[in-house]
């Protein structure tokens, strides 16, 4: 069997690639992408380590076939921050201490991202029921939840501030 | 020995002709909505090649449509189109509350009522919702389309109804009147991603003096399919939806299970529980309908 080709928009840049028709969107991207920030942890869809952007919902990647990506546009962690200049999501989690070991958080990172934007200011309890499908070993999540009530004050702070004349 | 394919056509009359070529063949194919159970059970042993036809593409699967008297859900609607909808919201708070309870966000943006169906898991969140909502499957074929009732579309565990050569393109659910609503509850041991032990599906419809007129009970997680329970709805009917009635429905729930002793809950458990939830889902559903506070 001949591999598939296909063309789709990753971090807003037009990509091609090819894959194997049972091949996974995050063994593109980490193998043949070299996009590495996306992890791969239980590849079963119960750890959310590897949590991409699929046009505008939150998935995972180990559960969606690479081929379904055809003319589509994928959002990863490579594309949150802005350079070298963190993205103040990723700022808050290292301020918080709200990682250790570092291999649930690009997945924290791009879920808290789409957190945010569907809802600003979300309560304690809507920030632990989106990120349940997120485990991390190593906090205690606490921190974690934390940092996001904290970076979401700011966002919409900045928000407010940048809708005022100066 | 094959090799796997994946297809993905824009419509319908291509999807058919690609299930007939493999069915003339003889190869295997496999309809691929969401992927959230298939990609698991790719990886979980079932690991022999075949064709992969996502039927996302197709027009009508991708459809949500409210005119006229039914709601139409296309197949391969997800978790998160459906609670994000507030009209389906607000006309099946039951089964929209069902597909909320599937998994993680980030399930919930790839898991598809259709699939949740076609997978046909014992304990499937929307199986009993849409049981309870009496709804139709509206499936395609080479040789036209057909219409089958939920219950008739689920034959065993991981086993439905479609034909080799048939899609199922979505669910037809007869829209509630003022009077009718519907509920689901689940138990499972903690507050959110895991399996139901025991799932309760009911509709109730009410007259203006509030005596149940119809309803429909679904219980799940409790035989190798959902089960739908005449005789809890008999319970119902007639009453005020007192407690004498709610306990006779919990009763008829409990005597109609057929549960199995796993991991996840014993038998007796089991057939203890669905009666409870019968209870309660029948209440909410009854409170929804005289707009109570729950």
């Known amino acids: 069997m001949s591999k598939m080709h296909v063309s789709a928009s990753v971090n807003g840049e037009p990509v091609e690639f090819l894959c194997e028709p049972q ?37 995972c990647s180990c559960l969606t076939l690479a081929a379904e990506v055809q003319g589509k546009s994928v959002g990863t962690i490579e594309g949150v921050a802005n350079g070298d200049t963190l993205h103040p999501i990723q700022q808050a989690l290292l301020e918080h201490a709200a990682l250790q070991c570092g291999v649930c958080t690009p997945g924290y990172v791009v879920a808290i991202k789409a957190l945010l934007e569907k809802n600003p200011l979300p309560s304690e309890s809507e920030i632990r029921y989106w990120l349940a499908g997120n485990l991390c070993r190593c906090t205690g999540y606490d921190k974690i939840i934390t940092a996001v009530q904290d970076v979401a004050q700011q966002m919409a702070k900045a928000d407010k501030n940048a809708g005022e004349p100066a | 020995m094959g090799s796997f394919a994946y297809a993905a056509p824009d419509n319908l009359a291509d999807a058919l002709a690609v299930l ?35 039927v996302k593409n197709i027009r009508e699967t991708q459809t949500i449509s409210l005119k006229g008297d039914s709601a139409f859900i296309g197949a391969t609607i997800v978790c998160a189109q459906l609670y994000e909808n507030l009209a389906l919201k607000e006309m099946f708070p039951g089964l929209i509350e069902s597909a909320d309870l599937i998994g993680s966000t980030q399930i919930q943006g790839k898991a598809t009522l259709g699939g949740n169906l076609c997978n046909a898991s014992p304990a499937g969140d929307t199986i009993a919702a849409l049981y309870a909502n009496k709804a139709i499957c509206m499936i395609a074929g080479k040789s036209g389309s057909r219409e089958l009732p939920v219950e008739d579309f689920v034959t065993g565990v991981g086993r439905n109804a479609l034909k080799p050569g048939e899609i199922l393109l979505g669910l037809k659910l007869p829209k509630p009147n003022a009077n009718t609503s519907d509920a689901y509850l689940r138990f499972i041991p903690r507050t959110e991603m895991d399996i139901a032990v025991v799932g309760a599906g009911v509709s109730i419809t009410l007259d203006d ?86």
């Open chain 1, 23 to 59: 091949q996974s969107l995050l063994n593109v991207l980490r193998d043949e992408l070299n996009l590495t920030g996306t992890k791969e942890g239980c590849t079963t869809g119960d750890c959310g380590a590897c949590s991409v952007m699929l046009d505008d919902r939150l998935v």
């Open chain 2, 20 to 54: 007939e070529q493999h069915k003339n063949a003889g190869q295997r194919i496999q309809i691929f909505a969401g992927g959230t159970d298939v990609l698991v059970q790719l990886k979980a042993g079932d690991s022999e090649p075949r064709t992969f036809l996502d």
């Open chain 2, 209 to 294: 003096e509030g005596v149940c007129v119809d309803a429909t009970v679904a219980i799940s997680a409790v035989a190798v399919t959902t089960l739908l329970v005449p005789e809890a709805a008999q319970a119902l009917i007639g009453s005020s939806v007192d407690e004498v009635a709610l306990q006779a429905a919990a009763q008829a729930s409990s005597a109609a299970a057929r549960p199995i002793s796993d991991k996840r809950g014993t038998k007796e458990f089991r057939r203890k529980v669905v009666g409870v939830l019968t209870r309660r889902a029948a209440l909410i559903a009854a409170n929804r309908v005289k707009g109570e506070a729950e």
